[in-house]
T-cell receptor
Framework: DAKTTQPPSMDCAEGRAANLPCNHSTISGNEYVYWYRQIHSQGPQYIIHGLKNNETNEMASLIITEDRKSSTLILPHATLRDTAVYYCIVRVASYNNAGNMLTFGGGTRLMVKP | DAGVIQSPRHEVTEMGQEVTLRCKPISGHDYLFWYRQTMMRGLELLIYFNNNVPIDDSGMPEDRFSAKMPNASFSTLKIQPSEPRDSAVYFC????????????FGNGTRLTVT
């Protein structure tokens, strides 16, 4: 699976959009980009995933560049409850016994401030 | 949907004692994963099961660690004997076997070995 690079930490003002970048310059054509987050004292939580098109759900938007070498997770109106570590993960969508196991990197610690 | 349920939430034990961590996956999920999280190493995959069968245990650190899944609704991770360096948060996750099905994590068991 391709390696990802994320800034270790970011701040965001409450109510503003939080834009979390991720570099994955070695991504292959069949690898997806996944985002999870981990709020303090909880297990990681799935946010969104995409292949090459931009994606949006009730939690966030995922913008993937045309060359797919980087992506941005957007939380449109960050709240204090969005303070968490955000993980960007790149992996092949698996059809075999590997299931959907994930390899986590260091992530970005997002601090949403009042 | 109660989500993935782990017990106990906290475990404090003395070095040399046996520790058993428990996990109830989401009903209908056919994959189950055990992860360990420490400050130094982040989130590491220990082992995963498909339809109750262990598929990959290459992440299990030593023979002191063992995991079982006697049925689709229950799994255990056992450490015998425990050591202080086993202190960590242990997470269980489950997912459907379909491509891109997200992993659902429990809230973890915080293990402290003194």
């Amino acid at each position: 699976d391709a390696k990802t690079t994320q800034p270790p930490s970011m701040d965001c003002a409450e109510g503003r959009a939080a834009n979390l970048p991720c570099n994955h310059s070695t991504i292959s054509g069949n690898e997806y980009v996944y985002w999870y987050r981990q709020i303090h004292s909880q297990g990681p939580q799935y946010i969104i995933h995409g292949l090459k098109n931009n994606e949006t759900n009730e939690m966030a938007s995922l913008i993937i560049t045309e060359d797919r070498k980087s992506s941005t997770l957007i939380l449109p109106h960050a709240t204090l409850r969005d303070t968490a570590v955000y993980y960007c993960i790149v992996r092949v969508a698996s059809y075999n016994n590997a299931g959907n196991m994930l390899t986590f990197g260091g992530g970005t610690r997002l601090m949403v401030k009042p | 949907d109660a989500g993935v349920i782990q017990s106990p939430r906290h475990e404090v034990t003395e070095m040399g004692q046996e520790v058993t961590l428990r996990c109830k996956p989401i009903s209908g999920h056919d994959y189950l994963f055990w992860y360990r999280q420490t400050m130094m190493r982040g989130l590491e995959l220990l082992i995963y099961f498909n339809n109750n069968v262990p598929i990959d245990d290459s992440g299990m650190p030593e023979d002191r660690f063992s995991a079982k899944m006697p049925n689709a609704s229950f799994s255990t991770l056992k450490i015998q004997p425990s050591e202080p360096r086993d202190s960590a948060v242990y997470f269980c996750a489950s997912s459907f076997g379909r491509v891109n099905s997200p992993l659902h994590f429990g809230n973890g068991t915080r293990l402290t070995v003194t």
